[in-house]
């Protein structure tokens, strides 16, 4: 992904409208015990699409912001979000994205882990929370909804972002020669036409066909 400051604003209102999402409409929702993490969702997709470094950056941010407005202790969302969009983006480093179910798929097991990392960060902080198979349910189900939840979310974000991604680059490798360049290949190619027409004239003028 190229990141040139227009890009950084969609990624940023990217990142805003998740957590008013997650805050005014999914953290209300409730479906078998648990709470979709869109959130989470939308970072994988930013690491996907961008990098391990943008996916980190995305992560620690959304996650500072999370816990801002939940007013949450600050820096245990972002401890995760950070993990979660590193590991998209390293995940995309190292292999291609050759099916849709992948993002999808992918989105379901970093939530899953997620899930795992941000539980074991409240008992070694003291917080009050159950342990059970519930949560070890929760947690699962959360990853279910998240898989479903990347089927929109990546298509999405991906088609805000197109402008910045460079995945077709057979198609952009022209662009990336210098202008300069370039005029001098056509140049050459139209003085070697020349000559070639003028050799095939004097040969037929002189003869030889």
Known sequence: MIVTWRIGIRVALIVFLAVILQVSFFSYLSILGATPDFIGVVVVALG???GGVIGAVCGFATGLLVDSVLLQTLGVSSLVLLTMGYLAGRFREGFELSGVLVPAALAGALTVAGASIFAAIQLMLGVDTPVSLLVLREILVKGLLAFLLAWPAYPLV?????????DDLPARRRLMVP??????RRLRRRRGERLTGTVGARRVRGGVV
């Open 179 to 184: 202008a300069g360049l370039r005029r001098g």
């Open 158 to 166: 991906r088609r805000a972002l197109r402008p910045a991604l460079v």
């Open 48 to 50: 996907l699409l961008g």
